[in-house]
T-cell receptor, first 114, second 116 residues
Framework: DSGVTQTPKHLITATGQRVTLRCSPRSGDLSVYWYQQSLDQGLQFLIQYYNGEERAKGNILERFSAQQFPDLHSELNLSSLELGDSALYFC?????????????FGPGTRLTVL | AQSVTQLGSHVSVSEGALVLLRCNYSSSVPPYLFWYVQYPNQGLQLLLKYTSAATLVKGINGFEAEFKKSETSFHLTKPSAHMSDAAEYFCAVSDWGTNTGNQFYFGTGTSLTVIP
């Protein structure tokens, strides 16, 4: 158990819909990262927040957005969903923003778009 | 940007045999390198990491990796494979991201099968 929690574990929805994925980091960690894992794209970095502020942005679509709240939990919002958005979405957390910081991963949310 | 290449998307070894999973990196700055393992339907678990302290890094479950700058490699090894080692293994390099952040670049993964 990494200490990172993600809800829900599974999510099934239809094209065009909007969903919210939730992540709680390990106690004491200030950074939260979101990754997408799919068969064709592998593990792709989406976005990072540190203590409530966006710090790094990767291959995140404009239809996707995220935020980190004062209690440090984070939410990833996916809108206008397409079939290709079906994937595993992982949240990870770390103490800070150093390159040497270990990222601890949650169990993931499996999103299926029908 | 930095990147990692994992040679061999599938590796099969017999139980008790040596495990060798290959990772080569590309980096314009001294790299920080990580190996993670992913069991079916689970998240990624850290095996070990290299942060320039020592070139031979020991991790959990008997795994170790050696950083070789001249070969730009960080291969993962285990002397004797166990059935429980069957999983997907990912190599990652940490890089600076936009706006003072940081991010991991992951390899495409290697699926390890252990044959009884």
């Amino acid at each position: 158990d990494s200490g990172v929690t993600q809800t829900p574990k599974h999510l099934i929805t239809a094209t065009g819909q909007r969903v919210t994925l939730r992540c709680s980091p390990r106690s004491g960690d200030l950074s939260v990262y979101w990754y997408q894992q799919s068969l064709d794209q592998g593990l792709q970095f989406l976005i990072q927040y540190y203590n409530g502020e966006e710090r790094a942005k990767g291959n995140i679509l404009e239809r996707f957005s995220a935020q980190q709240f004062p209690d440090l939990h984070s939410e990833l919002n996916l809108s206008s969903l397409e079939l290709g958005d079906s994937a595993l979405y992982f949240c990870a957390s770390s103490v800070g923003t150093r390159r040497a910081d270990t990222q601890y991963f949650g169990p993931g949310t499996r999103l299926t778009v029908l | 940007a930095q990147s990692v290449t994992q040679l061999g998307s599938h590796v099969s070894v017999s139980e008790g045999a040596l495990v060798l999973l290959r990772c080569n990196y590309s980096s314009s700055v001294p790299p920080y390198l990580f190996w993670y393992v992913q069991y079916p339907n689970q998240g990624l678990q850290l095996l070990l990491k290299y942060t320039s302290a020592a070139t031979l890094v020991k991790g959990i479950n008997g795994f170790e990796a050696e950083f070789k700058k001249s070969e730009t490699s960080f291969h993962l090894t285990k002397p004797s494979a166990h059935m429980s080692d069957a999983a997907e293994y990912f190599c990652a390099v940490s890089d600076w991201g936009t706006n003072t952040g940081n991010q991991f670049y992951f390899g495409t993964g290697t699926s390890l099968t252990v044959i009884p």
